[in-house]
T-cell receptor, first 114, second 109 residues
Framework: DGGITQSPKYLFRKEGQNVTLSCEQN?????MYWYRQDPGQGLRLIYY???????QKGDIAEGYSVSREKKESFPLTVTSAQKNPTAFYLC?????????????FGSGTRLTVV | LAKTTQPISMDSYEGQEVNITCSHN???????ITWYQQFPSQGPRFIIQ???TKVTNEVASLFIPADRKSSTLSLPRVSLSDTAVYYC??????????FGTGTSLTVIP
């Protein structure tokens, strides 16, 4: 089945640590996105990539980094510079024509700082 | 980037029709209107999309007036499993979209 796989489902991070969230898709989609969701809030865009080896900052990129070395993969690193990283992180992908086919989302990673 | 305004929450009894309205006063000529549904601890999923007038699929209907400054998602005969957050997005192909806080729908037995 085609889809997006995010791992791990739950992640715990100590203060000062960097952690990397995995996102893999087998939909042959060109574009991939990372969103952050806080309790009772909507989705806020962290980074997006419309093509391999290229990515753009979203609304809340500070404290995060990404790479897009392969079409299928778009990992997100939450660095120690992110002061409040506890949140639900969602990865999505789309074809170039988002409005025709829409976004496909993964099942999310819940990150907690301990 | 077109922003949208939706009610924060709504309650409905099972079996009723639910209408959720979204305001998008600064919608551009090339913008489409798309609705997503999100269950707790899951990613949103696409429900329906339209440009003008009315669109219907097996899940919902979307009503868009002639001025396109608002749209209404209609869910017929809701059940408990329709309890979720519903997001209205407005934008043009290839651009980024603003999800906002969505409308939290609670279906009551």
């Amino acid at each position: 089945d085609g889809g997006i796989t995010q791992s791990p489902k739950y992640l715990f991070r100590k203060e000062g640590q960097n952690v990397t969230l995995s996102c893999e898709q087998n939909l042959n989609h060109d574009a991939m996105y990372w969103y952050r969701q806080d309790p009772g809030q909507g989705l806020r865009l962290i980074y997006y990539s419309q093509i391999v080896n290229d990515f753009q900052k979203g609304d809340i990129a500070e404290g995060y980094s990404v790479s897009r070395e392969k079409k299928e993969s778009f990992p997100l690193t939450v660095t120690s510079a992110q002061k409040n990283p506890t949140a639900f992180y969602l990865c999505a992908s789309s074809t170039g024509q988002v409005l025709v086919y829409g976004y496909t989302f993964g099942s999310g990673t819940r990150l907690t700082v301990v | 980037l077109a922003k949208t305004t939706q009610p924060i929450s709504m309650d409905s009894y099972e079996g009723q029709e639910v209408n959720i309205t979204c305001s998008h006063n600064n919608i551009a000529t090339n913008d489409y209107i798309t609705w997503y549904q999100q269950f707790p601890s899951q990613g949103p999923r696409f429900i329906i999309q339209g440009y003008k007038t009315k669109v219907t699929n097996e899940v919902a209907s979307l009503f868009i007036p002639a001025d396109r400054k608002s749209s209404t998602l209609s869910l017929p005969r809701v059940s408990l499993s329709d309890t979720a957050v519903y997001y209205c997005l407005v934008g043009e192909a290839g651009n980024q979209f603003y999800f906002g806080t969505g409308t939290s729908l609670t279906v009551i037995p």
